[in-house]
């Protein structure tokens, strides 16, 4: 088998194809994607390469243009790593290709049909795999050489497979089980993906529990008699789900697809014992007979019109269930999660809907007792343990917890019971661990996390976090030091992590105060270095805005220097501290948080980081050492004869647009990344690790404390006259207003080193003054006031 992968084929160009040939560049991988020959080529068109090759090439075309959560790509210039062709003219070039996966059709016949294809071109030894959501992977085997199937399985991508974490690989009884170890570890270290290992079973493991999830949710909704808009709301981040709820997320996947797994499950599992749940309803029936399948047709739980509010809100309509007709969405709101909202846990929000009888509560209770039952009964028929369930289903949907984690929030015998009360029959299993005095499926001692494991009814460590730092499983044992924002953990090996624990990460006064203290304990210690990083979703949204709103709302502007200094002189003793830091970032860096990274010796930085210095949206610049940064990086990259101006202007384009890099490897072409020095973990889980090791390689290599800088280039009046002009061409290409265009010159003023006659060397601290008096200054504007009260009052940007 092959044990390196070089060079991939993807068979197929559909949204799953395209989007997993992204994620194959995304890595640096050479891929070809090949599609059929489109039917309707005219006589000219046949000997047309381009136009035979049309589906493919208008598949990629779509993926580089794509924004927001449809990017594929983490750079658009990783596109160039993807050849297109067809089935008919390039299947050759599969040849030298080290894993082959399939991407077509959900039809047996065709995938046979490709399959027998590809037997002729592979070389031997070579990868071959099945995107499958369903399709028995032993059957797609059959009638293959012995070397085909050997090497051949079912791996699953979820969609969109850049963002979704799941990578499900499924064997077929003749598949060599180092093939099996193979694709674990390779989605694990080099796609970044939670790999689960699954049973060949009807949908496998995450669309078996999902979809039956959402059947039940289908069929509560309507015996309680709520509302979609209400079932969503409860579906939804009140229990640690996305923010799209039930409703719209099979808006999202589409109804005739939902129609379809749902159907699949039906037929091919007759002994589901609560085969009941996945009776279709009749409304959803009625939008599958209109054709009104969600999000693709425009039309499905929900109408998105034309229309606009008194807000300016796009006017969306719902679905009533009883009548059949669009109404205007209506807010919801039931005790239970009212409640709930004031919890910040989340096993405190499911136990607060639990001790509820409102129809919410009813809901989430009665949906919960059957997921517990449900997943009971999957083991060992989808999966022999507990763990690769609550995998898949967090990876795959994106849940917080998955069904066995959710059932050890309100506790086993407690679900147990509760489930049994509803009619439900629990898996023997279950009974037997708590008459053994088990009371949960997992548990955590001296920081390794274990789980219940059926077949040696005992508890097992779970090997699949071995490898990984994960904060919680440590949490209250390797504390050194903290406050009631922040924690200093001992991570092994003489390495300290700092994290932030306040709410969304935000850099308030305990949160500086904790780390400056961090600091000093691994300068005054034995410690080789410090990490700074978090397991949250997002690294840090940046400084506390409710704080620095206030006293810009009294005009306090002694505390505001002092706060500005503060974080000023935290972000330079990080920079020049006597020991390594490095920070390890995932989700939003923003703002301060995107300033404290750049001042780390070396960032490792998740594929998934969206880092940015977005102050310009609430009227300020960037006043942690930001700006200053952008200058000494701009002074830095200068060279004898550089014209010099492009350079600072491309800087201070991106902090006066408040640009954002929307992954870790567009962060390096913006500046906030540094070629060379930060690097990009593919894996989220792994980043904490990985800067661990960071640490101890500089340590190692004789860290030595850097001295401050004294030299920076700044341009003075000549780079001011550019970037005023740069700035004005903003306004006049109406992408920014008055104020904006204040704020771009307080910006340009920074980068310039302010009103100097002429191009010198300026100091570090002599840039943070001047920054820290523009950031103080724009806190005296009303428009800056309004927008940070707009933005705390609306969480968006207020155009002033």
């Keep these: 088998m092959t044990t390196r992968i070089n060079k991939v084929a993807v068979l197929g160009s559909g949204v799953m194809g395209c989007g997993i040939a992204a994620l194959f560049a995304n890595i640096g991988l050479e891929v070809v994607m090949l599609d059929i020959v489109p039917f309707d080529l005219t006589e000219a068109e046949k000997s047309n390469k381009a136009a035979r090759n049309r589906i493919g090439l208008a598949a990629l075309d779509a993926a580089v243009k794509g924004k927001g959560a449809a990017a594929a790509f983490h750079d658009k210039s990783f596109a160039s790593r993807v050849t297109v062709g067809n089935f008919e003219d390039d299947f050759a070039k599969i040849g030298d290709c080290d894993w082959i996966i399939e991407v077509v059709v959900e039809r047996l016949d065709i995938k046979q049909q490709i399959f027998e294809k590809v037997e002729k071109f592979r070389k031997a030894g070579s990868l071959v795999t099945s995107n499958t959501s369903g399709i028995p992977i032993q059957m797609m085997a059959e009638g293959r050489s012995d070397d085909f199937k050997r090497n051949f399985c079912g791996t699953h991508f979820f969609n969109p497979p850049r963002y979704l974490k799941l990578f499900e690989v499924i064997p077929s009884t003749y598949t060599d089980p180092a093939v099996v170890s193979f694709f674990m570890e390779y989605g694990d270290k080099f796609l970044g993906k939670r790999t689960v290992l699954c049973k060949d079973t009807p949908a496998f493991i995450a669309n078996r529990v999902g979809v039956y999830a959402m059947a039940k949710i289908f069929q509560l909704t309507e015996e309680l008699g709520l509302s979609i808009e209400a079932v969503d709301k409860l579906t939804g981040p009140a229990i640690g789900r996305p923010n799209t709820g039930t409703f719209a997320l099979s808006d999202l996947v589409g109804l005739d697809t939902a129609d379809k797994v749902i159907k699949g499950i039906v037929n091919n599992c007759p002994n589901d014992e609560q085969a009941g749940s996945f009776t279709t309803p009749a409304y959803l029936d009625f939008l599958l007979n209109n054709k009104f399948y969600g999000?693709?047709?425009?039309?499905?739980?929900?109408?998105?019109?034309?229309?606009?509010?008194?807000?300016?809100?796009?006017?969306?309509?719902?679905?009533?269930?009883?009548?059949?007709?669009?109404?205007?969405?209506?807010?919801?709101?039931?005790?239970?999660?009212?409640?709930?909202?004031?919890?910040?846990?989340l096993g405190g929000k499911i136990r607060t809907f639990f001790k509820h009888d409102d129809a919410g509560a009813q809901l989430v209770k009665k949906s919960f007792t059957g997921l517990f039952a449900y997943v009971s009964n999957r083991i060992p028929e989808i999966s022999d343990n507990v763990f690769s369930i609550d995998d898949a289903l967090r990876a795959g949907f994106a849940w917080e917890a998955g069904p066995f984690e959710y059932w050890d929030m309100i506790g086993v015998a407690k679900g147990a019971e509760l489930a049994e009360a509803e009619g439900y029959q629990l898996a023997a299993w279950v009974?037997?661990?708590?008459?053994?005095?088990?009371?949960?499926?997992?548990?955590?001692?001296?920081?390794?996390?274990?789980?219940?494991?059926?077949?040696?009814?005992?508890?097992?460590?779970?090997?699949?976090?071995?490898?990984?730092i994960i904060l919680d499983n440590i949490r209250g044992t390797k504390t050194v030091w903290e406050n009631s924002d922040s924690i200093l953990h001992d991570i092994g090996d003489g390495v300290l992590c700092f994290e932030f624990r306040s709410k969304m990460n935000t850099l308030g006064e305990g949160v500086v105060m904790g780390l400056n203290k961090a600091i000093e304990i691994a300068e005054n210690g034995s410690w080789r270095g410090l990490v700074i990083g978090n397991n949250a979703e997002h690294f840090s949204v940046g400084a506390n805005l409710m704080m620095i709103g206030m006293m810009a709302m009294e005009q306090d502007f002694d505390?505001?220097?002092?706060?500005?200094?503060?974080?000023?002189?935290?972000?330079?003793?990080a920079r020049y501290s006597t020991v390594p830091v490095v920070v390890a970032t995932q989700g939003y860096v923003f703002g301060g948080g995107c300033e404290l990274s750049?001042?780390?010796?070396?960032?490792?930085?998740?594929?998934?980081?969206?880092?940015?210095?977005?102050?310009?949206?609430?009227?300020?610049?960037?006043?942690?050492?930001?700006?200053?940064?952008?200058?000494?990086?701009?002074?830095?990259?200068?060279?004898?004869?550089?014209?010099?101006?492009?350079?600072?202007i491309e800087k201070f384009k991106t902090i006066a647009t408040a640009g954002v890099a929307t992954s870790a490897a567009e962060a390096f072409n913006l500046g906030y990344l540094r070629k060379g020095i930060d690097r990009i973990s593919i894996n989220t889980s792994r980043a904490i690790g990985e800067a661990k090791r960071e640490v101890i390689a500089l340590s190692e290599a004789g860290y030595v404390q850097p001295a401050p800088r004294t030299n920076i280039q700044v341009l003075g009046r000549s780079g001011l006259g550019a970037l005023y002009i740069a700035a004005e061409s903003l306004k006049l290409g109406n992408y920014a207003s008055e104020h904006d265009l204040k704020i771009a010159k307080k910006v340009a003023y920074v980068l310039c080193g302010g009103d100097l006659s002429s191009p010198q060397a300026v100091t570090e601290q002599y840039l943070l003054d001047i920054e820290r008096e523009a950031f103080l200054s724009l806190c005296g504007e009303q428009k800056t006031v309004e927008r940070i009260s707009y933005m705390l009052q609306n969480n968006k940007p207020l155009r002033n």
């Design 431 to 468: 009974k037997e661990m708590l008459a053994a005095g088990h009371s949960s499926f997992y548990k955590v001692e001296n920081g390794q996390k274990y789980y219940y494991d059926i077949a040696s009814k005992s508890y097992q460590p779970l090997n699949n976090t071995k490898e990984l």
């Design 295 to 345: 999000n693709k047709t425009k039309k499905g739980f929900f109408q998105r019109t034309s229309q606009k509010d008194a807000n300016g809100k796009t006017i969306t309509l719902a679905l009533n269930l009883k009548t059949l007709e669009y109404a205007p969405s209506a807010k919801a709101s039931f005790p239970s999660m009212e409640a709930a909202k004031q919890v910040e846990n």
């Design 598 to 648: 750049m001042h780390a010796d070396k960032v490792v930085a998740s594929a998934e980081s969206y880092i940015g210095l977005v102050e310009v949206g609430v009227g300020l610049i960037p006043g942690g050492g930001g700006t200053k940064e952008f200058a000494l990086r701009a002074s830095d990259s200068f060279f004898e004869g550089d014209v010099q101006i492009p350079t600072l």
């Design 559 to 573: 505390e505001l220097d002092f706060a500005v200094r503060m974080f000023q002189n935290t972000t330079m003793r």
